[in-house]
């Protein structure tokens, strides 16, 4: 209880540790000039479209009272906010699923007791609670405990809101089968039906086509065909431009079919009278009986719990240690800071925004200094002199360093440490002939540090993007509905791989005799090391626990409590499941990490073995490997998961196991 | 010119081979018992399907002259003749897609000149004509220059039916979304516009639908997921189930749509007055005016050019040299047989049957006798207890052979020559120790041989279940045309991979540095061994003919001669092509077999692999190599094109070329 006893020393820690490299946030914007546009345009779309869907939801669930100018505004003005006095500007925010999902039920409870028109006042309590609980959370240091939220919390959570956006895509779609409110069809009462149907078919073809469209794309990076530039735009681009693409196909209809098919986003203008109100709840807050603002407390709880989680999960993986991150964390001060932006969207009667994954490690990860390519080519280069040269291996390490350092511009403190790796691979074949031929461009592939571009603009030029489609809103009410329960199905798998939970789920259906297909290909290293029989009863277990968390959202009102559960697994992993599990299965099953095993027969990435593979296509003309298209964020993509996290990876499993039998002796070998 | 001296020497040789294993083909069955049910049920699906779909383009096409019932007539009139009677028995008939596109355009020239009503009587004079010239082309053995149609012409023909196809798919689609030919819904004149708009919107979601689907369960053999059984079983009757499975859905409707809202088949039932006409059009033959029945020649020598080439094709994909039949081909007497079967199909008023592709082939291999498993499984246990007694790797292969002779139950005539790869495979480990571990099982994977059940049954009794699918066309005409429009745009797709002008063209958008993903996966041998710059003339020259044999298909009657530019080709590829390509170019460009070579880094078929990735999975109980579930049948469809064809594989591409150094001291090296 260290952390009660010193109160706000977290967040004075992180405010000396970041007001230290405040101007240099700024400043190392300048070298990289307009280059810097290209990872904001990426995460401003990653960011908008999510934000424009989910204002629909909540337009749909709250009867318009909240949409999307709301969420976008949110998203903007606390983006903007976090971008200039945030800790971590590499954070991203938005107003996320939990925040809808909550606002949804805020609404159900208000409309019943207190009435409609004082929900967004009573919001506003809730945020003024939630801030204040936040704040106590940041004063008190409660980020120490972050990490006691394990991978089994991270992927149930994850999957939660997997289902909801599946279960809102579905129900998005069934919706469309009833009569569209659109004043021109109702007219011509006759034909309702019809058109409802034709409404409710287009429906289904736009959100299948988007749904299908996006995740086809999706692997575009690693695709055969095109030019690299064409495949990287349209990996970071083709879903909102699919999003264009479907629109504008929604606008080639027959003549004969009335103006409300396909149903389009509904919202006033965020200019017209009836969106004016946001900005005066404050004047209503007062009219909100004490009981009720009492009562707002307990939704503020798990709000609070809700947001402090998810904004230090976002916060984390937006700085995992892959990225060699130079400058501090701040989770202490962010959280601080989250607390102020709550309450201020709370009074503007806005739905409050925090970290969002996965934008924010994306953002991280389009920044990642991209260098990486070009490092690679120069180091290889200079080691395969250094071969030439018969040099020896420390040589021809410590040429190898010397590229790395003199292609960094930035002073560097601890490359010795960074690079220790990648001299232990290099060296190793000095050791031992085992190993195999020495291969410089492997032992790079695999341990080449990565570089990150850390600075404020981008995450500002971005909110102010969002701040700007605001006005665009005329523009956005354009897209068809439909194409938006498409684009939630699209978020729901897409979130999928990488999910140990789904992974294993999946585990559970692949038959003994059909195992080897999974281990052949690159596979989470549980699948290895823990015996099958402890996987089938952690995922039965946490498939129940999952049901009984989906079954709590169902709920009517009592519904709002169910982040609980969420929260009782701390201690249920921490006390109960060490019962039922050897130590070693839970850690590995519950890993604070992803851990990547290279499949025994598909070594894939290697890239080293591609040059050898000689022949009419490669050998024509002077190819060399040098020429050999494969970018630095399509190695990225192969390395994170969709939850955005950086895979570890084990060359050999084996070798791992081998090195793990002097330590622990461990039974499972 | 031999072949012109000695008129029915083929046809007689073919018959007198045959009738020496004619009681044999009958009798053999019986040991087989009700297994033969399992590839009757097979082929019935994969070859009834194709035929109602030909069957509603013909209808269409021809205003309901002809349709589904004739189209299955003749493949079952003709499928049991050739079962009965034919040569080959593993050929399998059916009404194609030249056939359908030929009576489009008997039909349009006929209605346009001698009337509607004595187009099938027209048709009957140029079966009559077509009967004759397949007569003399058996009876002077043409059979014999079938290899002078190279792959090229084979590859430039195959895309042509599915570019065909595909505009079959398109051209249906549109077309449901005019006024659906519907006495209820015309009724209704105010809401004809909807309904067919709906009809068009569903027949996009039914087509695209069956479409996805089909393309997705195609793999289900390799799948993770499921018992082999249940896998083996979505891969050889998925398709059929789907038109189900989509056609029950376009039940799934509201009441309030009409009940001509999806459109279905419209054709009269086969016993409806309508029908009964086919069967007496040799009545109206008589009507037709002489010039006209001179006039059939035309295009009876167009229909008899592809059909001889056809035919032949598809018998020689049945009984490619790897099947290892044991009894003797027929190609001359099978031609012969077919003009008997053109008569009586064109005297009946149906369109004639010819072989197809790829159901001929897909008929062998089902009846590949499927104890290569088994074979395997003994052989590697046997091959294993020798290698534990130390003894010499002959003494291991005289074990294997052992084995193999005692697995089989027919007499077996050349045996060694079959196991002689086998042979030289285990024994040059003995000699080279530069080739890794001995390890049985690769090599039994790479050379044992494939054995098949060759009897006259199977072929019979799917005739006879066409036949009877005559009399179920009350059920077929359930199935709304949007399906088969779907079926349509399959057949289309799923006809590219393996066709390797197809990945040619594919490779010609695959940028330089991105050429590596090529070689690292499964590729046929071109790709390696031939400078790029031929493959693109090539490919160009390729392209255009094809576009100019597409152009001619779109002349109105002139387009009958479309078959013209392929019977050129024999002597463009034979005198024209090598003055642009060197031999050895060409050889490989335009080889009579598909070569295959293993991808350098992705060896995923070498079973033998995967018994040392060991682990939690797999070691855990007694899992030992028997229990990896991989079919024979997986096994198969991964070493077969969607042709049919099998791939030759050299497991190294580099091997195979130092070996080509000495005989041809070929520039490409």
Redesign the interface.
């Known amino acids: 209880m260290e952390q009660l006893r010193t109160p706000f020393k977290g967040v004075v820690n992180d405010f000396k540790g970041r007001i230290a490299c405040y101007k240099k946030d700024w400043i190392d914007t300048c070298s990289t000039g307009a280059r810097i546009l290209a990872p904001t345009a990426y995460i401003f779309f990653a960011s908008a479209l999510p934000v424009i869907a989910f204002g629909e939801q909540l337009s749909r669930e709250t009867d318009g009272m909240l949409s999307t100018p709301e969420t976008l505004a949110s998203t903007a003005i606390c983006g903007i906010i976090q971008a200039i006095f945030g800790g971590q500007p590499l954070l991203i925010l938005g107003v996320a699923e939990p925040t809808i999902i909550m606002y949804n039920y805020l609404y159900s409870f208000a409309k019943k007791s207190i009435g409609a028109q004082l929900c967004l006042a009573w919001a506003g309590w809730v945020c003024i609670w939630t801030a204040l609980l936040l704040f106590l959370l940041a004063a008190f240091n409660a980020c120490t405990i972050i990490s006691r939220f394990t991978r089994v919390s991270g992927e149930l959570f994850g999957m939660l809101i997997t289902v909801l956006f599946l279960q809102e895509a579905i129900k998005g779609v069934i919706s469309e089968f009833s009569a569209p409110h659109d004043a021109n069809v109702l007219e011509e009462e ?2 309702q ?3 409802s ?2 409404n409710g ?2 429906s ?2 736009f959100s299948l086509g988007l749904l ?1 469209t996006a995740l086809k794309i999706q692997q575009a990076r690693s ?6 530039w064409m495949r990287s735009f349209i990996a970071d681009y083709g879903v909102p431009l699919l999003v264009v693409v479907w629109t504008a196909l929604s606008y080639c209809m ?1 003549h ?2 009335p103006s409300g098919v396909p149903r389009r986003l509904v919202c006033p203008l965020p200019w017209e009278a009836e969106s004016l109100y946001h900005w005066t709840v404050i004047k209503d807050m007062g009219k909100v009986p004490a009981g009720y603002v009492f009562a707002a407390f307990i939704p503020a709880m798990m709000i609070a719990g809700l947001y402090f989680f998810d904004h230090s999960v976002a916060s984390q993986m937006a700085q995992q240690k892959e990225f060699n991150l130079q400058n501090p964390s701040a989770y202490h001060y962010d959280l601080l800071l989250l607390g102020f932006m709550t309450l201020i969207c709370g009074l503007l009667g806005l739905p409050p925004s925090n970290g969002v994954l996965p934008q924010s490690p994306m953002h991280t990860r389009s920044l990642s200094v991209l260098k990486r390519q070009m490092i690679r080519r120069k180091m290889v280069k200079r080691a395969k002199e250094g071969m030439e040269e018969q040099a020896s291996h420390a040589e021809i390490f410590g040429r190898m360093q010397a590229v790395f350092l003199e292609m960094q511009h930035s002073a560097q403190h601890n490359v010795d440490g960074e690079l220790a790796n990648l001299k232990e691979a290099v060296l190793q074949h000095d050791r031992e002939d085992v190993c195999g031929k020495f291969d410089p461009e492997k032992c790079i592939d695999l341990y080449l540090p990565v570089r990150v571009n850390e600075q404020r603009v981008s995450n500002l030029l971005q909110s102010v993007l969002v701040g700007l489609a605001v006005c665009a809103m005329p523009v956005i009410k354009m897209i068809p509905t439909s194409v938006l329960w498409g684009y939630f199905a699209y978020m729901a798998i897409d979130s999928l791989p990488g999910n140990q939970f789904w992974d294993r789920i ?1 585990l559970l ?12 290909g690159f596979h989470a290293s549980f ?7 402890y ?1 089938v009863k952690f995922t039965v277990f946490q498939a129940m626990y999952f049901l009984m968390c989906f079954g709590i959202t169902w709920i009517p009102v009592a519904g709002i409590m169910f982040p609980v559960p969420f929260f009782l697994l701390i201690s249920i992993r921490e006390h109960v499941l060490p019962k039922f599990f050897p130590r070693h299965v839970l850690q590995e099953l519950d890993a604070a990490e992803y851990e990547e095993v290279l ?6 990435r ?1 890239l080293s ?2 040059r ?7 050998d ?2 002077d ?1 060399d490997e040098g ?4 970018s630095s964020a399509e190695i990225l993509d192969e390395i994170t998961t969709r939850r955005g996290e950086l895979k570890h990876r084990s060359v050999s ?2 070798e791992r196991q081998r090195q793990m039998i002097i330590p622990e002796g461990s039974s ?1 070998l």
Chains 1, 2 share one sequence.
């Open positions: 006759e034909n039906f019809q058109w149907y034709v078919l287009l289904v073809i299908i695709w055969r065909y095109g030019s690299g027959p004969e079919v999946l259906f692949v038959p003994r005799g059909r195992r080897f297909k999974v281990t052949e699948v290895q090391s823990v015996p099958f029989k996987i499949g025994y027969s598909s070594s894939r290697s073995l591609r050898e593979n000689g022949g009419g296509l490669l024509e003309g190819a020429d050999l298209d494969v499993f084996n499972q």
